[in-house]
Structures are given as C-alpha cells and as structure tokens.
C-alpha cells in the first residue's frame, strides 16, 4: 500500500535529480475553458512525461539488484531506463510493437534492451514475469506498484505548492488516466496536502474503464486496446492497488475525442509553448471542451507527457479552429 | 545607464508575476553538441518570450501615464500589451506588415491597438515618437532603454542561480541577439553575479551586424532587415546604451544558417518538448552546430522565445536529419 509518508520520502530520494516542473497558464486558455486553467507541465520532466518520477522511485528503492525489466508502451520504459542507468544497473524494457518509433528509439539509446510484443494477441504481464524471472532481474510494473505510485505522487505534492502560491486552495484536478499510477499518486498527495481539491481522472472514448469502474464501483476493463492516438495511456484495466485509491479520492471521470486531444495539444502549442502527446492531453482538452462537466472557477491539468512524432504534431497543427 | 541594482530591483517588482522559467538539458542534446548544453526556456515566460520581463520592468517604473506605445516585430509587443494590461493603461503598438500573423493577433487580443509599418521604407524610431508626442503616451523602447535593460538581465540572474545549483561556475552563454537588450542585461547580471562566465551574442547569417560591430569596435548596421525567418531578432543596428555594454563583457559573436535554426527547433521539440521560434533557435543552434567555436564543457543557450506560427514550426519538423 502506498502512503503519504513513502510520497514524500520518494520526493527526498528525487530531489536532486528530477525537475520541479512549471505550472503554466494562459489568458487566451482561461477564455476558451470559462475559469483559470493551470497546466502542470510533466512534458518537461527528464525522458519527457511524468514516468521519470516512478521510474527512479522504484529504482532507489532496490537494493542488490543486477538489473529490471519493465514492459511500457513507451513513457515508463523510457522513465525506467534513464534510472535504471543513472543506478548503474541494466534495464530490459518490453513495449508493444505498435509503440511510435520515437519511444522505441529513445529507450533503446538509453540503453536500454528492447523486447517487442503483440499488444492484441500477447499477454505482456505473463511474458514480464517470465523473462524477469529466466535473467534474475527485478519487475517494475508501470503503476501497481507502491514505489511507483509514491514517485507519481510527488507531481500531486507540488501541484498543491504551486497552486497555494497562486492562492488557489479549490480545484478539480484534472489527470490523464491509463491504469491509475499517476491519478492515484496525485489522490494521496492531495488527499494529505490540499484536501479540498478534487481529482478527476480523464480518458480518450472508447478506453475509459477507469470512468465506467468508477460508475459501477467495480473495476471493468477495455474491449479493446488498439487504435487509439493515446497510447500512452491506453491499459487494460486499472490496477488493484490503484482502482481502490481512486475509488476512495476521485469524483467521476471525464471522456474526451480523439479531435479534442489534437486541439489541446495545438492550444498547448500555441499558447504554452510545450508539446504534449495526444495521451498526455486528455486533462487539457477536458479543460477546454468539456467545461460544463466542471466545477469551481479554477480547474489543475496534468500534461503529462510529451513524446509525439513530429507527423503526429503536425497533424495536431493542422488542425482546424 | 543600466547597473545590477536596477537588476535587483527590477527582479523585485517582477517576483510576484514573471515565471521563473526552467533551465532544461538532455543526454541527446549533450551528445550532439560534444560538452554538456542547458537551455534557459523563456519561450516559456508569459506571452512567450523573455520581452515580458523589460516591458513590465519599464512600466512599472512609469508613474501617471495614460498609456504607453512601442515598436515590435511582436514579441515586445505582446510584453508591453500585457505589462499595460497588468498596469490599466492602455497600449499602441507598432509592428512591421511583415510580422508572424500570430504575434499581431496576439496583442490584438493582448488589448493593444496595432498599428503597422513597412519594415524596407518607413522609419520606426521617427513614426513611434511622431505618435508618441500626438497621443501624450510614453515610448517604451524595445531594447535602448535601461529599465527595458534591467528587466531583460532579470535572465541572467535566474542563469547564475541556476547553473551554481549545477555546480556550474564557468560557462559560455548564448544569447539571440537583436538590439542588444537581452544580450547586454545578461551581460550586467552575470558580471555582478558569475563572473566567470562569459556572454555571447547569436545572430542568423546576414544579420550578424553586432558580430561585425564586436568585431570592429564600434557600431555598423545590417544592410537588409527583411527575408529573414528569425524575425524576432532583426534590428538595424544594436543600441548606443546596448553596445557599450556587450563590448565590456561579450567575447566573439556566434552566426548561425536559418537551416541550423530549423535543426535546433526540431531538436528542442523532440528532445526538450518546448516549441521556439527560428530567432529563438538561434543559441541552441550555435550550441548543437558550432561547437568548435565554443569552449568548455558545459554551454547555456537561452532559448528567448517561441511565438512561431504552426506553418513555420511544421517547416522545422520535416527537416531531416
């Protein structure tokens, strides 16, 4: 089980090496969404999202180890194998063989050994387990994990910072969601610093079985986990160790469109002057488009990843508006 | 004249406002440049360029003015429209026809009254006090004007603290250089403040006229000021306050190809997930494609801003490498 007290000493064990990521906002953003949007910007944090924090929480955590394994579609794998190489340890990292070309690429040259899967037809749970236990090397699962949960969680500690600074104690604090590490981190550390914010997670339509478990107090899963944009966050289902966290600190979830991801991330674009991914949007566009879902006259986002190929960006700048 | 305490003191009227924008780094970017490179993001200072910092620095120093006007390519423009904004005063722009269509809406939208000029045939100096004298509104110059100055080096303050956190004393620092404001308000911090850095001016190809002027010891123009991409940093000449000040403490000034521009931005995108504009570019370009003319092992680049438009940064993500 993960705690307020493993979040903050996951904050001191990174400290020295992760980067307190900027709050953003925008005039032109308020306008657009109808209230003070802030945006967290883990776009900007080492290998580009979020998954650094988890990633070096695991890794600090480990002691006499040869090295990890972590199956990613590409945020984690890229988080884990700059920690596992700033610990001096090897990573195995095995990612579907859909995973845009650029995950694939950055974790490998960062030194990383790449493993590719069948996201349809392979279970990647059963072939993590097997490989980690064949080389003798230490599973660090992408969000059902306390250490990695605790490591997400520190985005939460500093979000309530930044937003006590701006004077902003009520929020809906809006957070994409795949299976749960980062949402369920950012509960905990609201939960204990900032108890009057509320997290919110957000998913693309047709993969949202965080939503729809939320709805039915039951944790559901997706009917498929191809052929979406954001593959980041893109799980079968949530974690046991995640959902009922969730199920504890969040109000309902928000879905958006595919469409809604790419004006999001041309808004980011234009008015932030970062480069969020679509899966990394999700919050943002929620922020944008789906006001009348929200409540308060501020509302948090986390961006929390930035890794796109530049066809897909330039796909998201042509957009229309 | 500007001197580090009307730094300090700038620095001290912009804390509650500004941001104190992030210093970035990535293992990709150290590799290509051969020695480690931090990129100081003022793209991601409010309205996208470090300009904000001068131009709420000059109003904030102004007392019972009806309203101020200024002369910008766009990025000043925004700076002062928002600053005004901030201050209840109203604000008249001018800006060259040629300007990013984005830059003109944007302080349009900003609550400033555009007015635009021909960059090849009329004067802007002459036309900006023309109206200044006819409307009763103080000129805020965009770079000869030492409260302008002070706020610009507001940068290189944040550079010094940010680099010692590093454990970085020695460096060379690059700074996109147009008239001189940022360039020479960098120059005045780290002389008080890292003495044992040294500052450098990067100009694009054909625009070099503060390389040439360094060169010569004394002050020579540009022969064009149009048909550049680097729009933000095309001056006819660099400042008689501004001047001075880079001859004292700047070292040789760095000139780099529009193409290198367009490799930086790409580089910036997938590596650091921050969008620049092509004068923005100009330092990491420099850092990344001009190592032989750099010493030392650690550069900083200041990445000074990313008012782009989608056309031209789709431009910049097709390059190839």
Redesign the interface.
Known sequence: MSTIEMIHAAAERLKPVM?K??M?SS??LDEIAGRRVFIK?E??QHT?SFKFRGGYSALSGLHDVKGVIAFSSGNHAQGVALAARMHGVEAVIIMPSDAPV?KVE?TK??GAKVVLYDRATEDRDALGAEMARQSNLALVKPFDEPMVIAGQGTVGLEIAAQAAERGIAEAQVLAPCGGGGLTSGICLALGAAAPAMTVRPVEPEGFDDVARSLALGKRVSNSRLTGSICDAIITPISGEITFPIMQTYCSAGLVVSEDECLHAM?HA??R?????EPGGAVALAAALFHGDEIEGDAVICVASG?NVD?EM??KA??MLF
Chains 1, 2 share one sequence.
Do not use: D
């Open positions: 980067r990521t900027p953003l005039p032109f910007a776009c900007l580009g650029s950055n040259a960062l041309k674009f234009e932030l002057k970062i480069v969020i930035g530049a960006f330039g700048l042509g």
